[in-house]
């Protein structure tokens, strides 16, 4: 094998890990140009944040159909990417499929230090969204309920009725018990 050859052989194979530690990490990876545009969306992106993988190419992130936390998250997005610094963690809605993504991306140089544009990753995390609202409106319901406290096992209303535990871990009330 010439030099040349060998060259190209670990290339390829840093180029194979590099996109097997990515599918490992990631649900898709994407790249952007120097004006945002999406260049490259893996096909694993289909059926997340868009339907197919080509959807997104040729667009930025900010007129695709994704929903953003707030103006102010969207302005200061833009200015992150203007100051040529990486980012993690943008929480954005599909408006398409409705699914919730987390994006981390990174700028990209060429040898002379100009920028090329932005590449990264991103994940569904429709699955812990849907759980946190779960979580929200559980703790909603749970404040609207009755305000009166519940018997501890005394049968005390009070909210911290002293208990003792014996030496058996039998618990018994310490207190007398108030009237209902």
Known sequence: ?????????????????????????ADWYWEQDDRYRYTYSSDSAAGHMVETGSELIGRTRFEAEFDWPSDQAMRDHRATL???RPFRDLVLRSRKTGRWGLS?????FDAGGAFKGYRGVGRDITDL?????????SANAGSATSRKPRANSCGNRTPMAPIRTSRRGSAT?????TPN
């Not at 050859?5 to 990515?22: D, G, H, I, K, P």
């Not at 969204?129 to 409106?137: A, D, F, G, P, S």
């Not at 009330?173 to 018990?177: M, N």
């Open 1 to 25: 094998m010439t030099g040349k050859n060998a060259t190209e052989e670990r290339l390829r194979e840093s180029e194979q890990r590099f996109r097997s530690l990515t599918e490992l990490s």
């Open 173 to 177: 009330c310490s207190a007398t018990r």
């Open 82 to 84: 203007d100051a040529r």
């Open 129 to 137: 969204k849907t759980v946190e609202e779960q979580l929200r409106e």
């Open 104 to 108: 981390s991306g990174e700028p990209v």
